[in-house]
């Protein structure tokens, strides 16, 4: 669910999609739309805890273990049957998707990841591909980069803001904010990791992700340039509420 979809589910209301360049153009004047109906940071917060998936609101109390049943039975038994893996492999799966918790996205090491898990670098691209294609995983590339399974992806995440919640026993505030505006762009947008900024959208757009202090220092020199910005309701100039985002589809 997107963060409106999860608001009409809880509140009972009715509220727009938006594209992105009206988001980008008029987000102003949409936040404080939506800022007379709510108080959007009330719900953000358990949006990105525990608000991805709509079975949260048939049993909130179950919803991490329900979601950590999910996650096992895509490791445990999708995967391997599909991609043929061998069963002493998949505890090195469960290690991966461990791993990807608490390090930060920027920070992945391949080499040393093979060699932390066990596992050749060939290997190591084949799993992050498989845990991928079971949206356990997203993998950001860079900007003009290869199509290869064997290419190393820019930037690695758990698959939405959720996961990193209820899977890990520790996680990046900065990779919570990042997957949940990844999340919500991708539907829609072609995104990749650009040399300077967190994220390029259809190779025109670039976006700043961090918190309501963040500045434009990074990026100030280049057109069509963002930030995102948690934990504040309305912004100014190129300065967006990252909640707004939530409102894409």
């Not at 290690?95 to 992945?108: D, F, G, H, R, T």
């Amino acid at each position: 669910m997107s963060f409106r979809e999860f608001l009409e589910l809880k509140l009972g209301e009715r509220f727009p999609v938006y594209t992105l360049d009206e988001i980008l153009r008029n987000h102003q004047t949409i936040a404080k739309e939506i800022t007379k109906r709510i108080k959007p940071l009330e719900h953000f917060g358990e949006y990105r805890q525990v608000g991805y998936y709509p079975f949260y609101f048939d049993s909130k109390e179950s919803y991490c273990i329900k979601l950590e049943e999910t996650i096992n039975a895509v490791i445990e038994g999708d995967l391997p049957i599909i991609f043929n893996i061998e069963p002493a492999n998949i505890r090195k799966l469960k290690q991966l998707a461990a791993y990807i918790c608490s390090v930060k996205p920027y920070e992945l090491n391949v080499t040393a990841l093979s060699q932390k898990i066990g596992i050749h670098r060939k290997t190591l691209y084949q799993y992050i591909h498989y845990l991928s294609l079971g949206h356990i995983f997203f993998a950001l590339e860079p900007k003009g980069g290869s199509d290869s399974i064997f290419s190393k992806p820019a930037k690695l995440y758990l698959d939405n803001p959720n996961l990193y919640h209820c899977y890990c026993e520790e996680s990046e505030t900065g990779s919570v904010r990042e997957i949940f505006l990844i999340d919500m762009l991708s539907i829609a947008h072609r995104l990749s990791y650009p040399k300077r900024g967190d994220l390029l959208v259809d190779d025109r757009y670039l976006i700043e992700i961090g918190g309501r202090n963040k500045s434009f220092r990074q990026i100030e020199d280049i057109p069509d340039s963002y930030v995102a910005a948690d934990d504040i309701e309305t912004g100014f100039g190129h300065k967006i509420p990252l909640w707004l985002f939530g409102f894409l589809y």
